[in-house]
């Protein structure tokens, strides 16, 4: 099974995404002012977005894992725990939910070794992303 890091994801993500607005805010913007007129809820779309990548830069300044002991090997453990569920989730289809949400954790834990790798550029995207988004706002 191919190693799931979900910050370096996140940041291959963010990137894309302000790649795209970088190149595209001054076609959307005046989209989204006209679709406003007729679905009001983009807007809603764009606050509640906002708040969101808001949320997610807050969660990561406060991950702090510089000094938790042993936890490389820890990482390692929900690795092997997600190659686990790997290989039972189809034997035991009626567990999917619980298989999912242990797999949910796991795949945060194994990842947070390299969080401090990517930590400073996925907050500066997020502020990258908020600004663009904000600027689509009539």
């Known amino acids: 099974m191919a190693d799931k890091n979900i910050f370096k994801q996140l940041k291959v993500v963010l ?67 997600v190659t686990l569920l790997d290989c039972t989730d189809e034997l035991l289809p009626n567990q999917a939910n619980k298989i999912e949400e242990i797999r949910s954790v796991a795949n945060v834990v194994t990842s947070l070794p390299s969080l401090d790798e990517v930590k400073p550029e996925i907050i500066a995207l997020i502020d990258a992303i908020t600004a663009h988004l904000r600027s689509l706002r009539p």
Do not use: R, W, Y
């Not at 995404?17 to 809820?41: G, M, R």
């Not at 807050?58 to 490389?72: A, R, T, Y």
């Open 15 to 81: 990137q894309n995404l302000k790649d795209f607005l970088d190149e595209n805010v001054p076609v959307i913007k005046p989209a989204i002012q006209a679709l406003a007129s007729i679905i009001p809820q983009i807007l809603d779309m764009l606050d509640l977005l906002i708040d969101l990548m808001c949320d997610l830069k807050n969660e990561l300044q406060n991950l702090d894992v510089d000094g938790i002991p042993g936890l490389v090997q820890v990482s390692m453990f929900t690795k092997h725990v």
